[in-house]
């Protein structure tokens, strides 16, 4: 038993020595350094955890690698199904803007008219997005393109755009956003 704990001593020695050498193999492969080493440090507890996979024939170190590959593999993967989510979620977001039918003129003549003075405290972007799609009715993929941006970006600045302004609104009309302000008597 002693000349396996001293073996396993002597491999988390050598590991321990070559760290540098494994984190810079990681950072050129990642994104960060920050991300290097937490994939490094993954990779250690791996490594603890499976030191019995390690024959006495076998290098240390290259055993290390293969679990260090294996490690950035796995970054990788979830990664890659991280941002599949975050596509499709914003592809149903703007496919839902694109459904949405404009309100109706009798609707639009109730609508409070405050917000139209208040579109010059927003941004100068959100004012710009507000104008374009809301008010002038531009197609999204139209605006997108002018301004050089995926569809998907824009469909979230535009959420952005609509979120500060209906915070300018409660700030400035009160109780009458409560119930979509409609028929106001604020102005």
């Keep these: 038993m002693k000349a396996a704990a001293q073996t396993d001593n002597e491999a988390l020695q050598i590991l321990l020595e070559n760290h540098s050498e494994f984190r810079r193999f990681l950072a050129k492969h990642v994104e960060s350094e920050a991300v290097a080493e937490d994939l490094l440090q993954d990779a250690m507890e791996r490594a603890i955890s499976r030191q019995d996979d390690l024959s006495d024939t076998e290098n240390v170190v290259a055993w290390f690698y293969r679990v260090v590959r294996n490690v950035l593999i796995d970054h990788y993967r979830s990664k890659g199904a991280s941002k599949r989510k975050t596509d499709k979620f914003l592809e149903e977001l703007l496919h839902l803007e694109q459904d949405r039918t404009p309100p109706d003129d009798e609707l639009k003549a109730a609508v409070c008219a405050c917000f139209r003075r208040l579109l010059p405290a927003l941004k100068p972007e959100y004012a710009e ?59």
């Design 129 to 187: 997005l507000i104008e374009k799609i809301d008010l002038g009715g531009q197609a999204q993929q139209d605006v997108a393109k002018s301004l050089g941006v995926t569809p998907n970006n824009l469909t979230v600045r535009l959420h952005r755009a609509r979120q500060a302004l209906k915070e300018r609104l409660k700030q400035s009309c009160g109780t009458c956003t409560e119930h979509g302000c409609l028929d106001c008597s604020c102005a």
